[in-house]
T-cell receptor
């Protein structure tokens, strides 16, 4: 079974600084998707960024970028120029391609990010 | 963008009663919807996969007779918590996926259920 591990329960970053959130996963599949979701206090799940495993190039979305290391099964999220609005719970998630795992999202335990002035 | 509407956002019910939560895809058809449960300060745990026109697929440990799922149309899935107990109090979130292998998942805003 696929598992997703986030080893940092809480992180803190100063406004305008850069922070990296860690995520590792375990899978026997070769094709899959990885995601980072943000959950602010409103509890709405917001997709931050996604990465297809077959792509070697790391995904970027404005201030958000990932460091995808397929061999190490690592998928970290870097937030640059942190803003107060970035404060939220961040979940790393995995989605497989094979029947039985396709569409199902497996979430990590989350990292609570605080942004300080 | 695609929107998933979940209703109600909050519900309080008494022990022993049943409560229904609706999940609607507003501007797309969703053959598959997912129901998650989230305890305070914890991650989202998949409860079941709702398939339009067929029976839902439940994850291990989820009681199908307690959490009834109906996906009667391509835009609506419902989760009914039957004979609710205080331990069923939680945050329930649905998500829906558009057609296509690479389509993203869209989440509803969630329902906070409190059983007294």
């Amino acid at each position: 079974a696929q598992t997703v591990t986030q080893s940092q329960p809480e992180m803190s970053v100063q406004e305008a600084e850069t922070v990296t959130l860690s995520c590792t996963y375990d899978t026997s599949e070769s094709d899959y998707y990885l995601f980072w979701y943000k959950q602010p206090p409103s509890r709405q799940m917001i997709l931050v960024i996604r990465q297809e495993a077959y792509k070697q190039q790391n995904a970027t979305e404005n201030r958000f970028s990932v460091n995808f290391q397929k061999a190490a099964k690592s998928f970290s999220l870097k937030i640059s120029d942190s803003q107060l609005g970035d404060a939220a719970m961040y979940f790393c998630a995995y989605r497989g391609q094979n029947t039985g795992t396709a569409s199902k999202l497996t979430f990590g335990t989350g990292t609570r990010l605080q942004v300080t002035l | 963008g695609a929107v998933v509407s979940q209703h109600p956002s909050r519900v309080i019910c008494k022990s022993g009663t049943s409560v229904k939560i609706e999940c609607r895809s507003l501007d797309f058809q969703a053959t598959t919807m997912f129901w998650y449960r989230q305890f305070p300060k914890q991650s989202l745990m998949l409860m079941a996969t709702s398939n339009e026109g067929s029976k839902a697929t439940y994850e291990q440990g989820v009681e199908k007779d307690k959490f009834l799922i109906n996906h009667a149309s391509l835009t609506l899935s419902t989760l009914t918590v039957t004979s609710a107990h205080p331990e069923d109090s939680s945050f329930y979130i649905c998500s829906a996926r558009e057609a296509g292998p690479n389509s993203p998942l869209h989440f509803g805003n969630g329902t906070r259920l409190t059983v007294t």
